[in-house]
Each structure stands twice: as C-alpha cells, then as structure tokens.
C-alpha cells in the first residue's frame, strides 16, 4: 500500500508538488477582488431590476406654506 501525503501540497517523499494549480492555492487577495466583483454585480443586477420592472407613480404634490414664512416681518 503506497503511503499517503500528510499534507496537500506535498507528495509522499515530502517534497513539493510543482505545476498544480488547485482552488486552495488561490492567494487571499485574488479571492477577495473576485467576491468583491461578485457582489457589485449583484449589486448591480439588482438596481438594473429595479429600473427595468418597477414603475414610479406620479401623483400631483402641493404644499401650503405659511404667510409668515413668505414675509417675513422686521
């Protein structure tokens, strides 16, 4: 029965594979950049369904303002 490697990125005989690319070797800082695109497009997704499907009503406001307000006295 051939040994097993104690770790991932060693073989049996202890030395270091070479020319393996696996998802756990990705350096921290490639993986942060991809989830921060990741959520900016969802980001982004979600605000272009919010333009496409939601329709704003359009209503008439009006405001009364106080004469005092409008002039005021000295």
Same mark, same amino acid.
């Given at each position: ?10 073989? @049996?005989?202890? +030395?270091?594979?070479? *020319?393996?690319? @696996?998802?756990? #070797? ?5 993986? $942060?950049?991809?989830?921060?695109? &990741? ?5 982004? *997704?979600?605000? $272009?369904?919010? &333009?496409?499907? &939601? ?6 406001? @009006? &405001?009364?303002?106080?004469?005092? +307000?409008? #002039?005021?006295? +000295?």
């Amino acid at each position: 029965m051939p040994e097993t490697a104690s770790h991932k990125e060693t073989d @049996s005989g202890g +030395k270091q594979k070479q *020319g393996q690319d @696996s998802p756990e #070797l990705m350096p921290t800082l490639f993986r $942060f950049i991809i989830t921060l695109a &990741v959520l900016a497009g969802i980001v982004y *997704g979600a605000m $272009f369904a919010l &333009v496409i499907f &939601v329709e704003p009503k359009q209503a008439e406001l @009006s &405001v009364r303002i106080p004469a005092e +307000k409008l #002039l005021p006295q +000295k």
